[in-house]
């Protein structure tokens, strides 16, 4: 190796930068620093580009993305079977918490049985659980248009 000499440069809490000359190093080996230098004709080899170490963050969000997407569809598709096997019949629990059995499908809302002789008008959008299927399943529900 050949020998070097190196410059320091100092900044004082003024703002002067001063430059002063420092001894050349003593030459180590390279088993005692631990970095191996490049052998002639061997060329070092670059650091990654920061587009690089981007691209498994991108991948990741990614599946992320993909996973997401996919859970979302299966609780969607099974929200759509539940709604469809409400019959007459059918006890249910909204999002308040109130049960009852149904008493009257219609378009878009059904009519729930919470009493005797007690019925309230709910929204499909309101059914939360299924908590009992109807007993006769074969029964196609009646769908009044109003």
Excluded: H, Y
Aim: charged share 20%; hydrophobic share 45%; aromatic share 2%.
């Amino acid at each position: 190796m050949a020998n070097t000499s190196f410059v320091v440069f100092a900044q004082a809490a003024d703002g002067s930068v001063t430059a002063t000359a420092a001894a050349p190093a003593a030459e180590t080996s390279t088993a005692q620093t631990g970095a191996a230098a490049p052998e002639a004709g061997q060329q070092q080899v670059p650091p990654p580009s920061n587009t690089m170490m981007m691209v498994p963050f991108i991948i990741l969000i990614g599946v992320m993305i993909a996973i997401s997407i996919r859970t979302s569809s299966k609780e969607k598709k099974k929200r759509e079977e539940m709604m469809n096997s409400i019959r007459k019949g059918t006890k249910i629990m909204t999002s308040g918490g109130i049960i009852g059995e149904i008493a009257e499908v219609q378009k878009d809302q059904f009519m729930l049985k919470v009493a005797n002789n007690v019925q309230i008008a709910i929204s499909r959008s309101a059914v939360a659980q299924v908590i009992q299927p109807a007993a006769d399943a074969d029964t196609k529900a009646e769908v009044t248009k109003k």
